[in-house]
Nanobody
Framework: QVQLVESGGGLVQAGGSLRLSCAAS????????MSWFRQAPGKGREFVAA????????FYADSVKGRFTISRDSAKNTVYLEMNSLKPEDTAVYYCAAGVLRSSSEYRDDLYAYWGQGTQVTVSS
């Protein structure tokens, strides 16, 4: 059974940094896309960043490009989201997702088969 377990959320001041982790288990993820989405109160789920496990290629939403970095540790089966220069508008529950997706569809949350439980990130002004 596939499990995705997020950790690393918390409260941080604007301009600060956090690193989220997503520990994946239950199968081999070499053919998967691993992504981060977020959902702020009263808003829909938003794509943040994606990584194609096999090639290590990465994709970012414009709103986080240059501030966030997605990476993986294959030995630990873990995906990270390094978040720098955080802004109050980054406040949301952050979710890890995994799925087998075609190219250029990484931003589509409806295509992901597996989701974590989410971790809260709060950025104070």
């Amino acid at each position: 059974q596939v499990q995705l377990v997020e950790s690393g959320g918390g409260l941080v001041q604007a301009g600060g940094s956090l690193r989220l982790s997503c520990a994946a288990s239950g199968r081999t993820f070499s053919s998967y896309v691993m992504s981060w989405f977020r959902q702020a109160p009263g808003k829909g789920r938003e794509f943040v960043a994606a990584l194609r496990w096999l090639y290590g290629s990465t994709f970012y939403a414009d709103s986080v490009k240059g501030r966030f970095t997605i990476s993986r540790d294959s030995a630990k089966n873990t995906v990270y989201l390094e978040m720098n220069s955080l802004k109050p508008e980054d406040t949301a529950v952050y979710y890890c997702a995994a799925g087998v997706l075609r190219s250029s569809s990484e931003y589509r949350d409806d295509l992901y088969a597996y989701w974590g439980q989410g971790t809260q990130v709060t950025v104070s002004s």
